[in-house]
Each structure stands twice: as structure tokens, then as C-alpha cells.
């Protein structure tokens, strides 16, 4: 059984999902069904192996739901023999699987093309062996770490010390894996109930060599890859295009492409002029006027940009290689390129910002308006959120950026600007499941059914410190209660703290995140400097 914690349309639109799905279906030994949170196959009358796969912090929780759906036990040393293996992957358990960590068996770190059929011929050679000898025989495999052979270790007030093996031979460090192939993924499904509906997608780069000091998808995922022109773009575009006319050019970054230009070209070619092509991120610097004039001749309506901040101080501190010039440029492209509309991303709360920057934000946007008359301006905000394997995992959620998102929604509504906040209740959430270790794990455990219920969390939190969930705490190993809500979602960690996620190794070292991490608020005292 293969789950995806969100409905069936959101679900089959993840690219993830789906070449997980596709890797398990093709194989003779695996009889693989779906499940979505508002349908599935047909189950299986016996299953072997349930499996999930995670890209947000807010979805986790559902697999509570999920199992017990499905009648499995929730936390993984309640299943006996017979029971599936339940395992998960993606970007987030990738980061930092912890607070999820008591219910999974198995955790696959990192890229999936040969970390997946790995875990399932290692399962097949070992199926006849008890349950605890099978986990024990994956946990000795590059990157597939399996959280009941680890173990945290506390100080008496409550500080992680270390999370290490509890028996000889198994690694003290699981790694992540990647792949190095020369073509990425693509569709293996196309449906017209898809959240963008019959679209083909094809996967361009992976990674993103701009190293923005906040971004996951930089830095969980380096080093930077691209898929080959002539040997994977072309061919899994073909592909797509004898079935749909609908394409989705993913990937964090993707016009970093070093062939952006000539796929670019070759889609412009005739044949093509009746699909429909939209790119899932453009670097800003990167847009320019070939680019919006076939988007906008290929169906597309808008371009979506990041620019993170209008304060340039900030953007430089965050190492967003991007200046004022080049964000006006881009929405002049846009105009001129025919698109009606040009969406920009944006954060609050981010290291070293002062009411100051939201001021240059919001200018900056008005002066947009101003200087691109009838193009329609939205800008998406989001609060900054610490990710694990990141340079600011460190740092903390300011807890003025609820105060900041209302401040930009008062100077730019009223001017006709389109604003659209996340919501800073639910980041606060997803900075507690971010950050935390294993003893989160009742809380979500109390919560699920109702985690989409805000106050809830907060409600469960506060029992887990009192040490009031033991109907929820059925943990292998008792625990001491979680740390302060403060000091998890708010506060600054030093440097030196153990983190939960320590014993997981991700593409960069911790040396190297402090030292990225010491270069961006170094660069925001220069520059702060250098304009007094
Ligand atoms: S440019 Fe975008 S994808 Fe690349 S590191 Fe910065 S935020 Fe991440």
C-alpha cells in the first residue's frame, strides 16, 4: 500500500508520489495499491508493506490517521510479525524524521531511484527472517534508517545529548543518497482529476546551486543536477506530449538549466503551438523577454518569481544573488511578453529584519504597480520557517512576522495589490515539526483526527510538558517531557546544541552550515555598515 497523506487530486500531482508508485508497479515481485485520504484501490488482503511519502510538515500527522484507517498499530514496536513494514520518504522524514520517527519502521533518506529498489530486494532476500532480524538487516544499508535501532539520550534538564544506536553493528550515522543519473523523473500518470488537470511533468533540474540560506530545496538536495538534454528532457517530453498537451516544467530553480535556452528553442518550434507550458520557478534574474514571450504564447497567463524581500540588504543576507534592476526587468519582460499577471514570492520574519524592510517590501511592490501599469501584481508571503540541513536551522520563528504580514496587507491592499499570507498560526506549527525530537511524537499522537484544529496543538503541548499524555505516550522508551514551546519554535539555538536530526547526515556538514550560516549575518552587519 502506498499512501499519500492528502486528497487523491493533490496526491497524483505530486511528481514524487508518482515515480514512487511507478518504481514499485513496474516490478513483478510488488502488487502495489494506492491511498489518498479521499479514496484508494482496492486493499490488499494481506499487506506487506505500507508506505508513505512526505513533502509538507502539516501532512505528517495524517499518517496517524492513515494507519488506523488501515487497522496498523501506530507505533512501530506495537506491530507484530505479521504486520506491514511501514516505511516513508521524501523531503521532509529527509530532513529531520523525528518527531514522526516512533511510528515509521524504515525511513528512507534522500533520492529514491536507488535507495527504493534496494530497501525492496533487500526486503525479498530477507522475508523469511523475524520481524526485528528484517529492520535489523535494513538498518545496515546506506541510507535507510530505521528509528527503533537509534536512541535519544537526555540530560537531567531535559537537553538531547546524542541520538545513538542501541546495539553494535549498526551505523552511528545514516546518510542521505543520491542519485547521480543523467535523467530525472517525469509523469507516469496523467489525469484529468489532477490538481492541474491532464498536466505532464517533467522534472528539469534537482537542486539549486543559489544556495538562498534559508531554502531546503537547495540545500537537502545538493548538489545541483540537471537532466541531459538530447538523453532525458526531449525524450520525457515527447513522451508526455503523444497523451497530453498540457507540460509542467518542474524543479526549484528551473531556468538554471545550463540548456534552458535551447529547450526553450525547441519548444517553440510549430508543433508545438497548441500546448500548454507553465514553469514551476523561474529565477528572477534569469527571466527575460524569449522566455515570457513563449509562455505567454504556449497558454500561460502569469510568471511566478521569489524575490523573498524588497529590502536588499535582506536579500543579500539570505545570499539571494538579485538586485532591484533585475526584479523591474522581469516584470517589464512579463508585460511586454504578453502575460497578464506576475505572482512574486515573499517571506516575514527573517533573520535580522526590521519594520524597515516590510517598508521596502511593500515599496517595491508599489512601485511595480506604478511602472507596469495593467499588470496584474500578487505577491504570496509566507513567515520564515527553520529547516533542518539548512544555514538558518538555527535561527527561530520571529514572532513579529504576524505583526509584519498585517503590516504589508495594510499598505498594499488598499493600493489594489493582491496579497496572499500563509497563515502564521499554521508556520508556527510546521517550525514545532521542524525542530523537534521524538517527544513530539505523543503530541501528534493526542492531536490526530483534529490536527487541522490550531488551538489543539497548543492544548496537547502544554499536557506533554505537564507529562499528562500518557494515554497517548505509548513510546518504546519513556521520555522526558518536550521542551518549551518557546524555546523549540521561537528561540535561536546555538551552534553548538545537538539537534535531533545530527545522526542523519545531509550533503553539507555542520561546519559548513555555520560557516554559511556566519557568512550571511556577517554580510547584514557589512551591508547595514556600508549604507550608515
Ligand atoms: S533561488 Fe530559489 S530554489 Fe534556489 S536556493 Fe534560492 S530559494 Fe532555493
Redesign the pocket.
Known amino acids: 500500500m502506498l499512501a499519500f497523506p492528502s486528497a487523491y487530486s493533490v496526491g497524483i500531482t505530486s511528481l514524487g508520489y508518482q515515480v514512487v508508485w511507478s518504481t514499485l508497479a513496474t516490478r513483478q515481485d510488488v502488487d502495489v495499491r494506492r491511498l489518498f485520504t479521499d479514496q484508494g484501490d482496492p486493499p490488499h488482503r494481506k499487506c506487506d508493506l505500507f508506505g508513505l511519502s512526505l513533502s509538507w510538515e502539516l501532512d505528517g500527522p495524517v499518517l496517524l490517521d492513515l494507519l488506523e484507517q488501515q487497522r496498523i498499530a501506530l507505533w512501530s514496536h506495537q506491530r507484530g510479525e505479521d504486520d506491514p513494514i511501514v516505511f516513508g520518504g521524501g523531503p521532509v522524514l529527509t530532513a529531520n524524521p523525528e518527531p514522526l520517527a516512533p511510528f515509521f519502521d524504515v525511513v528512507l533518506l534522500g533520492d529514491g531511484e536507488d535507495l527504493l529498489p534496494t530497501f525492496i530486494n533487500k526486503l525479498q532476500q530477507v522475508r523469511q527472517l523475524a520481524r526485528v532480524d528484517r529492520l535489523r538487516a535494513l538498518a545496515k544499508i546506506p541510507g535507510i534508517y530505521v528509528p527503533r535501532f537509534f536512541a535519544p539520550r537526555y540530560d537531567k534538564d531535559g537537553t538531547l545529548l546524542a541520538v545513538e544506536p542501541i546495539e553494535a553493528g549498526i551505523p552511528n550515522a545514516v546518510t542521505k543518497q543520491t542519485w547521480r543519473g543523467t535523467s530525472l523523473s517525469h509523469s507516469t500518470v496523467i489525469t484529468p482529476d489532477a490538481a492541474w488537470p491532464d498536466i505532464h511533468m517533467v522534472e528539469v533540474v534537482r537542486s539549486?546551486p543559489?544556495?538562498?540560506r534559508f531554502?531546503m530545496?537547495?540545500y537537502l538536495t545538493l548538489p545541483f543536477r540537471s537532466s541531459s538534454l538530447e538523453d532525458g528532457l526531449i525524450p520525457a517530453v515527447e513522451k508526455g506530449l503523444s497523451v497530453t498537451r498540457r507540460l509542467g516544467l518542474l524543479g526549484?530553480?528551473v531556468t538554471q538549466h545550463p540548456q534552458f535556452s535551447e529547450l526553450l528553442h525547441w519548444l517553440n518550434q510549430d508543433c508545438f503551438d497548441d500546448i500548454r507550458l507553465s514553469v514551476s520557478?523561474v529565477?528572477t534574474a534569469t527571466v527575460n523577454p524569449e522566455l515570457t514571450n513563449i509562455l505567454s504564447r504556449r497558454g500561460s497567463k502569469s510568471l511566478t518569481i521569489?524575490i523573498e524581500s524588497g529590502s536588499e540588504r535582506l536579500r543579500a543576507m539570505v545570499n539571494?544573488k538579485l538586485i532591484q534592476e533585475e526584479i523591474f526587468a522581469a516584470a517589464r519582460y512579463a508585460r511586454e511578453g504578453g502575460l497578464s499577471g506576475l505572482k512574486l514570492y515573499g517571506m516575514v520574519g527573517l533573520p535580522t529584519e526590521e519594520d524597515i524592510d516590510i517598508d521596502a517590501t511593500a515599496e517595491l511592490l508599489l512601485e511595480l504597480k506604478k511602472t507596469n501599469p495593467g499588470l496584474r501584481l500578487t505577491l504570496g508571503v509566507s513567515t520564515f520557517v527553520p529547516k533542518a540541513h539548512t544555514p538558518f536551522q538555527w535561527q527561530g520563528v520571529n514572532p513579529k512576522a504576524e505583526k509584519r504580514l498585517k503590516q504589508l496587507a495594510k499598505q498594499l491592499k488598499p493600493k489594489g495589490i493582491e496579497l496572499r499570507p500563509e497563515s502564521f498560526g499554521w508556520s508556527v506549527i510546521q517550525a514545532l515539526l521542524s525542530r523537534s525530537d521524538r517527544r513530539l511524537a505523543p503530541v501528534i499522537a493526542s492531536v490526530r483526527g483534529s490536527q487541522n484544529k490550531l488551538g489543539g496543538w497548543k492544548k496537547a503541548y502544554r499536557s506533554a510538558r505537564e507529562g499528562d499524555l500518557s494515554t497517548t505516550n505509548e513510546q518504546a522508551l519513556p521520555l522526558p517531557p518536550p521542551p518549551a514551546w518557546q524555546e523549540v519554535v521561537h528561540e535561536s539555538w546555538q551552534a553548538s546544541r545537538v539537534l535531533p536530526w545530527t545522526h542523519l547526515e545531509g550533503p553539507l556538514s555542520q561546519e559548513q552550515l555555520i560557516q554559511h550560516h556566519h557568512q550571511a549575518l556577517n554580510q547584514s552587519v557589512g551591508v547595514a555598515a556600508a549604507k550608515r
Open positions: 539549486c543559489e544556495l538562498c531554502c530545496a537547495s526549484p530553480s520557478s529565477r521569489a539571494k
